[in-house]
């Protein structure tokens, strides 16, 4: 097969055409695809910024062969590691599709301008099976015309009792006796295996009269949504700033009902003059139950306990340092990030300033209390605003330490933690707008990576320094549910839908969008708007599973007995109630 397609690159040069065309073709047993979008990266991509980016080193368990770069445009991966196939189609009516490998790297998008998508999909099944996901109607996963090979992978799946090379010629015989309670759960491979070599997939056209209409398919490319009709979405303000702290504390000190006290910081912030003090308590420096006395000795124990860590690494001579490449090579980072860190606020301004070498001096010592993580570029970031508002550094050093216990999956270096939250809020935004879904996805194959910096630092370099200190301690009170800045991301990118969709963009111009978007968000419109999509989502009755799992609400129904995401989350709790939440709206309502 040959067909035309095209790559949308991400040229950095503006005399070079970002949308190039070229063929896919399938020559022997190899797929080769011409004209691509340069070298394939094997690493995880943040999507810009290498600064930020967290580079896996962690070794595959099996060594797949990689997608290889045949010439500067052009790629070919063997169809035995094609592991997987994405169609879609968003609303500027491009087809296009995306190849994954059995080592986890996606190939560019391919677009098809002038169709030729289905007579591909034909041509792959003389040599591999493409069988449809059951989670997903337009992901099609790969699997060889190879009885043993097949049974190999029952073997490893581990889904019946006893293996062999006879199992697909006994399944075939007697299915019903062979994987009776084995293949319960995974229907739609046991499917897989058992369709001939010689009865590939049929892909129906719409002018295929003698096929019946399936639910699961996609006839010309439909548009696909979450396949519930969400409700109206309610109207949210904002409340004012919490400023009744001595009102909270009993005689001794004591902090009474400060669930009360995290919703009031959720609905408006806290009074600046405040945050010092209440800051300790939702970073976990201080427990909410004690009492003023108990608190001077927590402060007395950290302080020994900060200033033994720090004398670690001051003790450390440059000999020493010198055969000490960890430590080494910490803070020289170190030195490197407190240099551009917030530069522009008078704490950290100018040259030899103390407040400079305070953030150098946490962040070192942070390496000895944390020898796991030690330091990854962009902590410096989180650090800053504690040390701003605490002017105190071991105040702030263990206030940091609470805050990296939100947050250090995000520095770790397999970044499974960042893939992990870029997906739960592709699922979010596929519930709420498909269409700006799609539209995003056909430009970043699906991986929202110009989101990465949001979600790495909690949205650091997007708001003004006060913004921020705003948004942090609203966060910090894990209210409405601990994926709050999941909903914040959504609502950022729901507010540049017009912008986004609008225009002609491709992945360049996307990106250079979002990096505009810098100190020009309003952090208040966010926050309503971010609040309202968690109301109109929890008050839909429907809500598909994965998008109650991204939200922390997990509802067990008839239908869902008897699957496994079901049973593993029947014990959880609620967050929030479904009914007569849009009432509450304006009024803030209560989270538990």
């Not at 030195?335 to 860190?341: F, G, L, P, Q, S």
């Not at 000895?368 to 410096?380: A, K, P, T």
């Not at 909903?487 to 996307?510: K, M, P, V, W, Y």
Request: hydrophobic content about 35%.
């Amino acid at each position: 097969v040959d067909g035309r397609v095209y790559l949308h690159t991400n040229a950095k040069r503006s005399n070079q055409d970002t949308t190039i065309p070229g063929f896919i073709r399938i020559v022997e047993r190899v797929s080769k695809m011409s004209e691509s979008s340069g070298e394939e990266d094997t690493n995880f991509d943040p999507g810009y910024e290498p600064d930020w980016a967290v580079i896996s080193t962690v070794k595959k368990d099996r060594e797949h062969v990689p997608v290889k770069a045949s010439g500067q445009w052009s790629f070919s991966l063997p169809l035995s590691e094609l592991y997987s196939l994405r169609r879609a189609r968003f609303s500027l009516g491009r087809n296009f599709l995306v190849l994954t490998s059995r080592g986890g790297h996606p190939l560019p998008p391919l677009h098809f301008h002038r169709g030729g998508t289905r007579e591909l999909l034909r041509a792959l099944n003389r040599y591999i099976i493409l069988d449809q996901s059951p989670v997903d109607g337009r992901l099609f996963l790969a699997y060889p015309h190879d009885s043993g090979a097949l049974s190999q992978s029952f073997d490893k799946l581990q889904l019946l009792d006893d293996g062999g090379s006879d199992l697909v010629s006994r399944f075939i015989q007697d299915p019903y006796a062979t994987t009776f309670g084995g293949f319960s759960k995974v229907t739609n491979f046991f499917r897989a295996a058992i369709r001939p070599p010689e009865s590939p997939i049929h892909l129906r056209t719409p002018h295929d009269p003698n096929m019946a209409p399936q639910s699961d398919e996609e006839p010309g490319f439909e548009l696909i949504t979450c396949g519930v009709e969400l409700g109206p979405r309610p109207e949210v303000t904002r409340g004012q700033p919490f400023d009744k702290w001595e009102e909270f504390l009993d005689p001794e000190g004591r902090v009474k009902n400060p669930e009360k006290i995290k919703e009031l910081v959720f609905r408006g912030g806290i009074m600046p003059s405040l945050r010092k003090d209440i800051w300790k308590f939702l970073l976990g420096f201080y427990p909410w139950n004690s009492t003023a006395k108990e608190r001077e000795d927590i402060l007395r124990v950290k302080t020994d306990e900060y200033f033994r860590m720090k004398v670690q690494w001051k003790s450390v001579s440059e000999e020493q340092e010198m055969r000490n490449s960890l430590l080494r090579g910490y803070r020289s980072l170190i030195e490197r990030d407190v240099n551009r860190t917030d530069r522009h606020n008078t704490f950290f301004s100018g040259n030899d300033n103390p407040g400079l070498t305070l953030l150098h001096d946490v962040l070192m010592t942070y390496c000895m209390y944390n020898f796991d993580l030690g330091y990854v570029q962009g902590m410096s970031d989180l650090l800053s605003p504690l040390l701003f508002i605490t002017q105190n550094e071991v105040e702030s050093f263990w206030c940091l330490t609470g805050f990296m216990e939100l947050v250090h999956h995000n520095f770790e270096e397999s970044q499974e933690a960042m893939k992990q939250q870029l997906l739960q809020l592709s699922i979010l935004l596929k519930a709420l707008d498909p269409e700006l879904c799609d539209f995003l996805d056909s430009q970043d194959s699906g991986s929202l990576c110009f989101c990465f910096r949001w979600l790495l630092i909690w949205f650091k370099r997007e708001f003004p320094f006060e913004d921020i200190l705003t948004l942090w301690e609203v966060m910090w009170t894990r209210f409405p549910c601990d994926n709050f800045h999941l909903l914040i991301a959504c609502s950022i990118l729901e507010s540049q839908r017009g912008e986004l969709i609008g225009s002609d963009h491709d992945f360049n111009t996307i990106l250079k969008h979002i990096n505009e978007l810098t100190m020009r968000l309003d952090l208040q419109s966010i926050l309503c708007g971010a609040e309202a999509i968690y109301l109109q989502l929890v008050q839909c009755k429907e809500l598909p599973l994965k998008v109650q799992q991204v939200l922390g609400l997990y509802f067990s129904s008839s239908s869902e007995e008897d699957s496994p995401d079901s049973q593993a989350s029947e014990t959880q709790h609620h967050l929030g109630q479904r009914e007569g939440g849009a009432a509450a709206a304006a009024h803030g309502p209560a989270y538990p």
